[in-house]
């Protein structure tokens, strides 16, 4: 299983980013995906999920902000992040099917004027 984030970056407050994650190594049509991220000096937080059917769920702090989606052809998940603020400040990570499941190596994502 290969996990590997892209997208991340210096970002002004209001302002959006794309992450993507490319997965190999595994079926990923079949496979749930989750993000998660970690800001500076606290625990992991679960983020969003999406399903093999495309079906999403969000922590409410994101709702209506982020949206996640999927390429099935591309073996690539992303999570399109709007209206950033600074306390999305962290490293994200995508996980395959859940938190307990491999990671990739994540991508930073600093908002800050």
């Known amino acids: 299983v290969q996990l590997v984030e892209s997208g991340g970056g210096l970002v002004q407050p209001g302002g959006s980013l794309r992450l993507s994650c490319a997965a190999s190594g595994f079926t990923f049509r079949t496979s749930p995906m989750t993000w998660a991220r970690q800001a500076p000096g606290k625990g992991l937080e679960w983020v969003s999920d999406?399903?093999?059917?495309?079906?999403?769920y969000y922590t409410n702090s994101v709702k209506g902000r982020f949206t996640a989606s999927r390429d099935n052809a591309k073996n690539t998940v992303y999570l399109q992040m709007n209206s950033l603020k600074p306390e999305d400040t962290a490293v994200y990570y995508c996980y395959k099917a859940n938190l307990s499941g491999p990671r990739g190596q994540g991508t930073q994502v600093t908002v800050s004027s």
């Open positions: 999406i399903h093999s059917d495309g079906s999403t």
